[in-house]
Nanobody, 110 residues
């Protein structure tokens, strides 16, 4: 059983930056794939990107603006978001070990 907890959400102005964290606890392993998704109001859940032992991967809509990193020792994955736009407003969810976190709200608004 694995528990995922996201943190770091908030309100930011367009063009601003924000970093999210996702920490896994329980039956974790060092190099397990971890991913970020997001869901905006009234829209389907959307893939943002993921980390695996070989590389990191991103949806085209965030490529060049978002960066995923991982601290294997603390089982924590980070999502550094820059040049945010109102279209990035969503609940950001962590996914790993076939489990979902509860999400972190990111609101981009002036």
């Amino acid at each position: 059983q694995v528990t995922l907890v996201e943190s770091g959400g908030g309100v930011v102005q367009p063009g601003g930056s924000l970093q999210l964290s996702c920490t896994a606890s329980g039956s974790t392993s060092t190099n397990y794939i971890m991913a970020w998704y997001r869901q905006a109001p009234g829209k389907e859940r959307e893939y943002v990107g993921h980390w695996d032992i070989k590389d990191t991967y991103y949806h085209d809509s965030v490529k060049g603006r978002f960066t995923i990193t991982r601290d294997s020792a603390s089982h924590t994955m980070y999502l550094q978001m820059t040049n945010l736009t109102p279209d990035d407003t969503a609940v950001y969810l962590c996914h790993a070990y076939s489990c979902w976190g509860r999400g972190a709200q990111v609101t981009v608004s002036s």
